[in-house]
């Protein structure tokens, strides 16, 4: 696997690209197999060569709430290459997938033989929280259906004229992505059914045409 599809090695000179890619340790895990565990030290991030893995946080009840689904070429745990506080969240893999893990030491020698990089990574990192910082406030302003666009629209793939979302998912996940029960989104899901404008799959939904503005 090549770094430079990563956003956060966006712009990295190819020779640390290089050196990153070496240095980095590939590893397979089943299916239902948990990654790295909120409060758990951190040592390093994380990189998706394939499969599918949560983000997920327990709240003291013991409820569980998904922040985000991860697919091939994303990422996690990129915190621990500038700091040492411990894991913010839990992922756990939903399907078979193979990481690519890089140290914070391992970076650290990389990043040391170009400092000029660091800058680099801080700019894309910024990029990155400004991200979760939009979509905080999409959960905070926007009602239930606009959730769910917005989650359709930054995961869909061109598929020929329509559009399809690979990522398994089931309708308990939806729901805690976007903040609502699963009884309210089975619904606007069933109501986007019978008007057409989506088809669901058993691995995947196809979107036959733009969603409505409102609902």
């Known amino acids: ?6 956003e956060l090695f966006s712009g990295l000179p ?11 340790r590939q590893r397979t895990y089943p299916a239902g197999t948990v990654i790295v565990n ?8 994380f990189i998706i060569n394939s499969g599918a893995l949560k983000v997920f946080v327990t709240e003291e009840n013991g409820k569980e709430v998904t922040l985000s689904l991860l697919g091939e070429d994303d990422y996690f745990g ?20 193979t990481l690519m893990q ?13 400092p000029a990089c660091l800058q680099i990574i801080l700019r894309n990192l910024v990029g990155r929280i400004r991200e979760l910082t939009d979509n905080v406030r999409a959960l905070a302003l926007i009602d239930v259906f606009g959730r769910i666009s917005r989650i359709f ?9 329509l559009r399809i979302i690979r990522r398994r998912m089931t309708q308990q996940d939806l729901a805690n992505l ?10 606007i899901l069933r109501e986007l059914v019978a008007g057409d404008y989506i088809e669901i799959h058993h691995q995947y939904i196809l979107l036959k045409r733009k969603l409505p503005a409102r609902w």
């Open 78 to 97: 990129e915190l621990a290459l500038v700091d040492d506080a411990p894991r913010s969240a839990s992922v756990m893999t939903l399907e078979r997938s």
């Open 102 to 114: 890089i140290s914070r030491n391992d970076f650290n020698d990389v990043i040391a033989t170009n």
């Open 38 to 45: 909120e409060g758990d030290e951190a040592h390093g991030m």
């Open 178 to 187: 976007v903040g609502a029960s699963r009884e309210m989104v089975n619904r």
């Open 14 to 24: 190819e020779a640390q690209l290089l050196r990153l890619a070496e240095q980095a």
């Open 153 to 161: 629209d930054s995961m869909a793939e061109p598929e020929g004229e």
């Open 1 to 6: 696997m090549t770094l430079e599809n990563i």
